[in-house]
């Protein structure tokens, strides 16, 4: 069994950054990728970015693109979410997941990750 773990969230002001964590525990899983979602109240999950195992190839939601980035230590079986210049509508709560990369699904699919996180609420006031 695999436990993910979020941290980092909180209430910022617009314009300010955020670090969020993923802390993963239980048995070593390579060969994994990790996976950001998020979900605001009343709208459907919306994929964040993901990464690869080995950190080589990230992947990025349409309007994340340029102002998050996504970076793993597997040292530390870390993934931190790093974003900047936030705005009140990245607001909701943050989900982080894990999938095999070879998992037929786009890394936009929640169908991709096996393992999900209970996730960090991150609050942008404008």
């Known amino acids: 069994q695999v436990q993910l773990v979020e941290s980092g969230g909180g209430l910022v002001q617009a314009g300010d950054s955020l670090r969020l964590s993923c802390a993963a525990s239980?048995?070593?899983?390579?060969?994994?990728?990790t996976g950001w979602f998020r979900q605001a109240p009343g709208k459907e999950r919306e994929f964040v970015g993901a990464?690869?195992?080995?950190?080589?190839?990230?992947y990025y939601g349409d309007s994340m693109r340029g102002r998050f980035t996504i970076s793993r230590d597997n040292a530390k079986n870390t993934v931190n979410l790093q974003m900047n210049s936030l705005k009140p509508e990245d607001t909701a709560v943050y989900y982080c997941?894990?999938?095999?990369?070879?998992?037929?699904?786009?890394?936009?699919?929640?169908?991709?990750?096996?393992?999900w996180g209970q996730g960090t609420q991150v609050t942008v006031s404008s």
């Open positions: 997941a894990a999938g095999p990369e070879k998992s037929p699904h786009s890394w936009r699919a929640h169908q991709k990750y096996e393992y």
């Open positions: 239980g048995r070593t899983i390579s060969a994994y990728g």
């Open positions: 990464v690869t195992w080995s950190g080589g190839a990230t």
